[in-house]
């Protein structure tokens, strides 16, 4: 059975202007919470604003029995909730979704968190640490103050590339560009060390980076899987990335959402069928995680 | 405990509060808060005659006390639904009214020959209201002459109790509704939702992607039970009535209104709880004013 | 400073945020909060030829984000206004509209003549919409015939701006806004109430005495906004929006989506500052986005 | 100008199940209220609970710049302000329509408050008691519990006359039944006085207690006006008493309110012209205090 659960607010801080943290006590929430899954938090007990709002789980820790969201106030609803006094009862329906899926062993992965993005990247660092991988972190931002995480991702020992638009911090620009750059170096340092492998074996290779060559490098470095989370211009680049790298992606979209349970149709998305065909899913319930392969970008 | 049955025109219930259609799905996800037995009825997601896509996103928007969709009958159509969802359905011991709809009169009919005899369906309710597709949807309900026609077809076809969902985007609700009783509809069900919009200031556009959409929530409220009020007295058949209903205390203003019946839409989106929650208020404030059954509070309040 | 100023066919306001029709009285109880000539314009209490006492209590009833009221036309009467709000409001500089309400068609006309060359006045906005009265009222806006004759005798004895306010209790709004401005309306205003209805579950009655009333306030802001939306689309003549506006925000929705001005009615009761304040705010969102004049906002969602 | 007070709440505490205090730091108000006003209080900042509820004024302070409500809890508007927690800001618009008069000498008076009604009289006792007046006041409620203001009327040294429906405080029923016992004890004790001093005096009288001798009575008594706020059937009676003593009353109404400042022509109620014809008046800018002569009870 699925449950609405009346959380206590533990934390409630800004971390940056108009960038908050939030710890709920929501012990059954989060003993059975994924990474990449979310919530939809109620904000009054009137009828306006009517809806629950979605957020991304920003940590589970099942052993304190808390949960926490990182959120941006860009309306109302997030303003009422940066009042939020601690020690009041929040109204919170979850865990919602799929989460990201990974499997127990080592090996190499990317995580890219555009804006708000990065929050349930930082539940997944921590799981694939704990599986023994080896995590690359890019985070990516308008504003230096808006990148968030960085001591966390750093304590886990996840490598970090950051990228901001204003070039307050990292990159100046998006987040995407510092990432192409990194694919294509590692793939092209393994093509070069095969190449390099093959002709002291003998063997003469012409330096042309065909697209097949990279996504050939690209397995040979390791990295196995990318996660991104963010705007969906973004994982539009990032799904482009992957194809082009041969580098499977699971991406975590975000859609106007009024159930956020999969009753009402109003988070669609189109997906293609193995057959090609496409087929209208639910961002809530049947993602909010896609593959890359499998979404449908239309335009 | 007050006695919550009730029988509308042949349509019996173990409770009157029903979930209405499109905001149930076809009850599989809300059956992981409660068994969804226990809702009065379910009103299943409109089927078409083919398996429909919807409208692109965005689809809903927040407005004050209420929200806007553009679905677009997104559904796996009406074959799939007796294949799939149906048995599902009253495999949890589920009371199913088929919400159906139509491009065109022909579609209402294909529909309901298909859905007669489906075993263990309780009724089919007809949209003639719905205001986000482009051909036939809320046209058919807005024009009493076509309104019959349609409700003419479907009742050639079926030997259901038959629902009639009219839409409130019209000047007056009681002429559709006298049409469509005329033509051998058993119930009405009301409202639709009211034709809405919203524009986002910061992009300057409409914020649904179809431009315009539904508004239903407890801002409608006012005008459902205004419309139920004046159909319950222009009619002599049962009611169903929705709109904003979130509360014991809203479903007793419908019945009181005159209707034998509600249908909880968005509220579920709110609190999955809500119809649950609802059947049990209801039941306790009857018996705190000592009143035996549902059904001695219908039309209270046309006297 | 964007530049505020707006010409509705040729009546020329300051701003374009008015006070609607009977949300402001005659303006003297919002001048103890403000100096009244601020707003763009006011569109005084509803006027009928003789005083009128109005409905029984209770008038007023509260519903999600909106409220219901059967004010039922309490009004001084023509000559009154005439001969003690008008003065008053002009010495005050207020941009005065007279809001003019008949049972019958003569009423109207009658009203006209004694408004023409009344000095100083602006314009004339003609309820055709109100949902409180028996006779008359709402009936002549629901109706495309109706709305043609009264604003065709209205015409007849008025060379003032002539407004018609439309009745969102209809089936298509553009058909009444295309009927009336084949007659002769310079300006459409729109939306008056939608005709709802609230029971008390506790009496078991209707909460209104009248048992029906007007909603207004943020809840119909959709429908009000759609109805803008389509008759700017279908009507060459100036829309003066309305319907749940309380903020800047909301005001430029209604711009974009074809309004050349707004009205503001129930806001003013919750913030009896929202006019001033939404001025305020609709100017420095203006000069934020670098547009120099309201004007250039006028219809950007339709594009 | 007439505002908008964002003031400081010092104290929200509950007096009896259901029933609450509130104090609020608004010196501008304070310095300018008078008893019989009343304040419309904003519930919150959204768009639902769309309409501010209005509170007569039960406590004005002018030194402290404080004011104070008494509210009963009787749906989700008072029901949250129940809620609200000191240090909180509320917006409060008042003073707001006309309070009661008095004049500034000595003499008689009684007050009747049922209910809530009992919350005007406060701020109006201090007044009369100022002014140097003899103040009799009659309080009546559903239960003890929600009879309020006993210590302060007792210590502004107003005499005091209880009743509640249930019989747990004072008399049992409605308060204008001892308050009617009262009025005729006091004009039939001034009539026999006067008959007393009469027959004396060697005049004879008939002892028939018409409306004109009660009327005539009364007058000997001092007791110069009626002050009453409650429930409209208890104002009626009241109204009724008043002429059948020939004793004015001023009576505070109310009714469903939108504005709250005379612009909705919401709040009506029938009022009599000098020359007998009706107008319709407003409760909330032309009340919420009239007089009993002037009121047109309907049916
Ligand atoms: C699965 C999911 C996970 C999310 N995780 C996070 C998170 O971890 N942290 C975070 O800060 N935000 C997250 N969001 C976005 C967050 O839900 C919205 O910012 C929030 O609902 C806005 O509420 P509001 O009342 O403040 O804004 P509103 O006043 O409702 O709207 C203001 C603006 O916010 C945006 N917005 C509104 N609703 C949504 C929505 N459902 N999805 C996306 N954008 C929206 C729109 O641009 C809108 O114009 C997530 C959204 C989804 C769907
Ligand atoms: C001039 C005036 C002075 C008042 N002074 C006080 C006071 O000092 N203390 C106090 O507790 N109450 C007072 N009231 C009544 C108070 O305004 C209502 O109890 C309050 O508005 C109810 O709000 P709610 O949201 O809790 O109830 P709602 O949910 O809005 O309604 C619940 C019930 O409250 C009653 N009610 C609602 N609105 C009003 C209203 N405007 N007037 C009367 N009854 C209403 C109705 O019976 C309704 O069914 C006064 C009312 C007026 C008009
Ligand atoms: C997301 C959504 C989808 C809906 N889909 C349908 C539908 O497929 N068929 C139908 O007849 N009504 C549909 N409706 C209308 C509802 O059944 C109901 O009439 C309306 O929402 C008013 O009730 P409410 O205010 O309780 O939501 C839909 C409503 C919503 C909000
Ligand atoms: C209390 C009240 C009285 C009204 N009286 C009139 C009137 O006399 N004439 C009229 O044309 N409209 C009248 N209206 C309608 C408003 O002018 C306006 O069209 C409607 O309230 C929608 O705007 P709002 O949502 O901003 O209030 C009245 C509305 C209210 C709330
Ligand atoms: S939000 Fe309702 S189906 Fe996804
Ligand atoms: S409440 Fe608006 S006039 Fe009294």
Redesign the interface.
Known sequence: MKAIHQASLLKNRALAPQLYEMELLAPQMASVSKPGQFVMVRIGENQDPLLRRPFGLAGIDPESGRIRLVYQVVGRGTDQMSHWRTGRTVDVLGPLGNGFTWTEDPGRVILAGGGLGIAPLLPLAQALRSAGKEVTVFLGSRTESLLFGIPEFSELGCELQLATEDGSQGFKGFLTTPLEHFLCAQALDAVFLKAKEASEAGAGHAHVHTHAMLREGMKETGFHQLYACGPSPFLKVIGNLSSRYGLPAQLSFEERMACGVGACMGCAIQIKNPDGTLKTSRVCSDGPVFTGEEVHWNG | MADLHVNLAGLQLSNPVLAAS????FG???N???PIRQAGGIMV?GLTLEPC??N??????????????S?GL?NPGVDAFLSNELPWLLSQEAAVIANINGHALEDFEEIARRLQGAPGLKAIEVNISCPNVSHGGMFFG?DPAMASEVTRRVRKHTSLPLIIKLSP????ITEIARAVVSEGADILSLINT??????D?KT???LLAR??GG?S???????A??MV?QTAQAVDVPIIGMG?I?SA?DA??FL??GASAVAVG?A??????AIPRIIGDLNAWLDREGFAGVRDVVG??LR
């Open positions: 499109g905001c149930f799905g599989r996800e809300y992981e808060f409660y997601k896509a919807g692109p996103t965005p689809r809903i928007a927040e407005t004050p006390a209420g929200m806007l969709n679905i997104q807005t985007n019209v000047t007056d009211l034709l809405g919009m919203a524009i200031v300057r556009k409409p431009k315009v508004l929530g407890p801002a409608v409220k006012p005008v039970l205004r009020w904003g979130s205390q007793l203003e009181m209104a968005c579920s989106f709110v609190d999955p709880l209270l309040a």
